[in-house]
């Protein structure tokens, strides 16, 4: 049994004038804009309909939305295939509606931050069509490369081995050019060339655009990606033989990701975010999507000294936490983040996205809402996957109803384990038809069935819920000394029971987390791993299943926790 203690400015970071800047304990709430809510009938989400919920943010507790792509889009990978970084794509409304949601969600309180897809382009961008017939100066905007010759059928050869993430050659070639391009993505997605200052300048310019136009921020998606070995080698196999044949994982990608010359690239986003800080006085927050190599994520903050990214994502909670979890797995996934993160840097947790199964499908119904407990309590940014707030669960997607590319590309046998679709389902408001998220009669992904009794209006209307559990939970985080300045203190108490309290001087109330991963009761002697507690706290949050409710006394050197269930304490 280990009990570590952090403080939370050594975590965080002090800003200018001493203050703590505003994303470093921002509750982000990611939008994936097609389904959190449609307001024309057509089935797909929209900007309205994000102005429609904003008084449902607000009431769950958020500061920050988290936006996915809404720009100009083709829709072959449903918006991160860009054909026009300068607009709104029409499925999601117009320019002014943009202008409205931003204004909206600061009348709110709220802040808003794009996705920003720097990797690529729709294959239907004005800078691609140009590069096609080589007008300049946008003949070398994408990485073109030409042909090894011709196969016994008559087929071009592609320049390597390269395979896309979303399964096949990463190569497609274009008969005006007679060349290939290269597309780690979708074919409907060319990569640019980030060794052309042209794309790096036009790049910048378009995180201006958006600033200007009242953003707060962005997400830098898929920054392993962004360049290329410049040799362009063919990539070792993986022989991995659970591994279908064309697929990503076919290949070792040490050429196709993670290059050094990516954190340069990421280091001019940087200069460009603090330059126009500098000229506006807003404090504006960069974070990326992390690498799939824990060390190079890291890499990604950069250093006091050096800043890149203000935080990577932090997918610990995601990659490392089996079904099977033990309370030592949630103390490494928590200490592999905030040990090897560099001095004076902000801390980050992430339980789900759009690329992920939930959390629930992951966990089951009961640790989701324990996981929410830790991801909400812990120090430094919270993010929260839309629907996470009311426990929502995967839905079964057939192969007839399979919109995603990566599942589709699958094939048939084996689109399940690629496809996204199954967490990118309509938000589940109310019992109504479509679960109240259109007023249309069909939806763009099918609802879940579970809709009748999950979902939001049933959930603020019961007494005890999974939404007012992430309610309270949000209101101790955005109001709680302890939560907001406290130090951290965490254990392993035994082999399935993991706790943590977030504690500060003089405060009224000092937090204890308690988390039991076992899938049968447990019951502890929690001072035993953590001697400053007082023989008794009461309950602030408790699992839905327990006997134990809000205010109830805890005996916390004969505590009892639910299978797979989560309390938290208030102490003196």
């Not at 117009?94 to 931003?102: C, G, I, Q, S």
């Not at 990485?143 to 196969?151: A, F, H, P, Q």
């Not at 909400?376 to 929260?384: D, F, K, M, Q, R």
Request: net charge negative; aromatic share 12%; charged share 20%.
């Amino acid at each position: 049994m280990w009990l570590r203690l952090f403080a939370l400015l050594c975590l965080a970071g002090v800003a200018v004038e001493g203050q703590v800047k505003w994303w470093q304990s921002a509750t982000l709430y990611q939008v994936y804009p097609r389904s959190l809510k449609d307001t024309n009938g057509d089935g797909v989400g929209d900007i309205r309909g994000i102005i429609q919920v904003i008084p449902h943010l607000v009431e769950a507790g958020i500061d920050t939305v988290w936006l996915s792509p809404i720009y100009k889009s083709p829709m072959k990978d449903f918006g991160y295939d860009i054909s026009d970084f300068y607009s709104v794509d029409p499925i999601f409304g117009t320019w002014d509606d943009f202008l409205a949601l931003v204004r909206f969600l600061r009348d709110a309180g709220l802040r808003l931050v794009m996705d920003m897809v720097p990797n690529h382009t729709s294959d239907e961008h004005d800078w691609f069509l140009r590069s096609v017939n080589r007008e300049d100066p946008y003949t070398d905007y994408y990485i073109w490369k030409d042909s090894l010759g011709v196969d016994a059928n008559g087929t071009q050869i592609p320049p390597n081995n390269w395979l896309s993430a979303f399964a096949g050659s990463a190569w497609q070639w274009n008969e005006q050019r007679q060349q290939f391009y290269l597309h780690q993505f979708t074919a409907g997605q060319p990569d640019l060339d980030y060794r052309n200052p042209l794309v790096l300048q036009e790049m910048k310019n378009v995180l201006r655009f958006w600033l200007d136009n009242g953003v707060d921020g962005f997400r830098i998606d898929a920054p392993p990606h962004i360049i290329e070995h410049a040799d362009f080698a063919d990539e070792p196999p993986t022989n991995d033989p659970e591994c279908p044949e064309q697929q990503f994982c076919q290949l070792q990608h040490i050429y196709t990701m993670n290059q050094p010359e990516t954190l340069d690239v990421l280091r001019e986003f940087r200069k460009t975010i603090d330059e126009y800080q500098n000229e506006t006085g807003r404090v504006i927050v960069l974070m990326s999507e992390p690498s799939n190599l824990h060390n190079f994520t890291m890499t990604y903050y950069g250093t006091e000294a050096d800043p890149i990214m203000d935080f990577p994502f932090n997918f610990n909670f995601i990659y490392d936490l089996p079904a099977e979890t033990l309370a030592i797995d949630i103390q490494n996934a928590i200490e592999k983040w905030i040990l090897d993160m560099p001095a004076g840097k902000t801390p980050n947790w992430v339980t789900g996205n759009h690329d992920q199964k939930r959390t629930r499908a992951r966990q089951g119904a009961e640790f989701a809402i324990a996981l929410n407990m830790i991801n909400l309590l812990l120090p430094g940014v919270s993010v929260t996957y839309y629907g996470e707030e009311i426990n929502m669960d995967n839905t079964f997607i057939t192969w007839e109803q399979t919109q995603d590319p990566q599942g589709c590309n699958a094939g048939p046998d084996n689109y399940f384990r690629y496809s996204r679709d199954p967490e990118r389902t309509p938000f589940q408001w109310n019992d109504q038809l479509n679960a109240g998220f259109t007023s249309g009669v069909s939806t763009w992904l099918p609802v879940n069935e579970n809709y009748l009794e999950l979902n939001l209006e049933a959930q603020r209307a019961a007494v005890r819920s999974e939404f007012k559990i992430y309610q309270a939970l949000t209101e101790a985080r955005n109001t709680a000394p302890a939560i907001i300045l406290g130090n951290l203190n965490y254990v392993a108490v035994d082999d399935y029971v993991f706790a943590f309290t977030r504690e500060i001087s003089g405060a009224a109330d000092n937090y204890l987390v308690v988390v039991n991963t076992e899938y049968a009761d447990a019951r502890v002697n929690i001072r035993a791993a953590l001697p400053q507690l007082p023989e008794i706290g009461f309950a602030y949050v408790t699992s839905l299943d327990s006997l134990i409710t809000t205010n109830d006394p805890v005996i916390l050197s004969d505590c009892q926790i639910v299978a797979r269930g989560g309390l938290v304490i208030l102490w003196k």
